[in-house]
């Protein structure tokens, strides 16, 4: 049941990923593969690791020994089992993002990590822009449509809140190319991304309003080739469950050398 105050619209979630084409999930796959880099990044073995997901048929091949969890809101993870939590792609439905990466840090053993994807604010801004300037001309008004996305330095901070140690957070751009805005709209409903707002609109809308959204976005994102151009940032999140081996910063007076030393500058004193 949905909180009087979701963002998201729960059930309305789970029938569009329930739709879902599994060969077509391209953002949940190049999720994916960029979790896979980063953890070969990482000069440690991983032996129990966890993978949160919508999708954890994506993950079979992958990471065969990882034990697969449904990103609903409350995960099925036991505490302090995992040596690596990946929450992949979910975090940007969630009603409390915090609470999710609360739970995946106290499923993580001492010095595990978390490498977490979630779409950011840049996505689909295109679309955004172009839905809401033609719903503006056409009815009058403004409905939801677009999920709101989190920008990177906001999801930096989820981070520490939720207590996690050495925090990070960047992001990877990507630019996908569309024939039309009816073809954009059509692959996020084979991702199973369409439009799940608790405050959505629940009637249909005018055919108008689409196509004069699309004219917009033809004549202001055009792709070099024809077509459209659309966006996705994806954000990748890393964290470690603190643990004592860890560096630790120092406590402040505690350094040896003066900074000017080290740039070789003289130190001036700023007036009162």
Known sequence: MNHPNALTDIGALARNRSRADLTQLFLQAAARDEIEDRVAMVNKPFHKPAIVSPFGDLW????????????????????????????????????????????????????????????????????????????????????????????????????????????VADTVPLTAEYRSMTHLMHDLRQMGETNALAARMRKPSRRSLFERANEIYEQTFPAPGGGILATFELIVLTGWAPAKSQPQPLRPGSAQARLADALRTDETSLPD
């Open 60 to 167: 079979q091949n992958s990471m065969p020994t990882g034990t697969i969890v449904q990103d609903g809101a409350t995960l099925d993870l036991a505490v302090h089992q995992h040596d690596l939590v990946i929450h992949s792609l979910g975090l940007h439905w969630a009603n409390d993002p915090v609470g999710q990466l609360i739970q995946c840090r106290r499923a993580l053993q001492p010095d595990g990590l978390l490498l977490a994807t979630v779409l950011g604010g840049q996505t689909l801004h295109e679309l955004r822009a172009c839905l809401a300037q033609a719903e503006i001309e056409v009815s009058g008004g403004l409905s939801p449509r677009v999920a709101p996305m989190a920008e990177v330095r906001d999801l930096g901070a989820l981070l520490q809140r939720a207590g996690l140690a050495l925090p």
